[in-house]
């Protein structure tokens, strides 16, 4: 279950995602290897209120299965719930998880 955690703008933020491989039961965190390019194997698509894109990055691999995304948001807003979409590519195969709602950033 996904529970938007509310920040002050100007607060730096840190998103962590985990990668399962959902053809294994139970599924089990994994590493997607971007067809050879392991470092942008997960891209994080961040949102602002507007729908209109903050960041377009590669995650970060923490350990095996999570990734992390860290965002510095400007004290000057925008305020409101922000999104985001993630992006993995394994063996020539790209996988989407559409746009979520992550976080609301609350004016100081």
Same mark, same amino acid.
């Given at each position: 279950?996904?529970?938007?955690?509310?920040?002050?703008?100007? $607060?730096?933020?840190?998103?962590?995602?985990?990668?399962? $491989?959902?053809?294994?039961? %139970? %599924?089990?965190?994994?590493?997607?290897?971007?067809?050879?390019?392991?470092?942008?194997?997960?891209?994080?698509?961040?949102?602002?209120? $507007?729908?209109?894109?903050?960041?377009?990055?590669?995650?970060?691999?923490?350990?095996?299965?999570?990734?992390?995304?860290?965002?510095?948001?400007?004290?000057?807003?925008?305020?409101?719930?922000?999104?985001?979409?993630?992006?993995?590519?394994?063996?020539?195969?790209?996988?989407?998880? %559409?746009?979520? $709602?992550?976080?609301?950033?609350?004016? %100081?």
């Amino acid at each position: 279950m996904l529970v938007l955690r509310n920040y002050v703008a100007g $607060d730096s933020i840190l998103l962590e995602l985990e990668v399962k $491989d959902m053809r294994l039961l %139970p %599924p089990q965190l994994y590493d997607p290897n971007g067809s050879g390019v392991a470092l942008n194997a997960v891209r994080v698509i961040l949102y602002k209120p $507007d729908h209109t894109i903050a960041v377009d990055a590669p995650a970060t691999k923490i350990r095996t299965g999570v990734y992390q995304l860290q965002y510095q948001s400007s004290s000057l807003g925008p305020y409101g719930i922000w999104g985001a979409s993630i992006t993995t590519s394994h063996e020539g195969f790209v996988g989407v998880k %559409p746009r979520l $709602d992550v976080f609301t950033l609350l004016e %100081p």
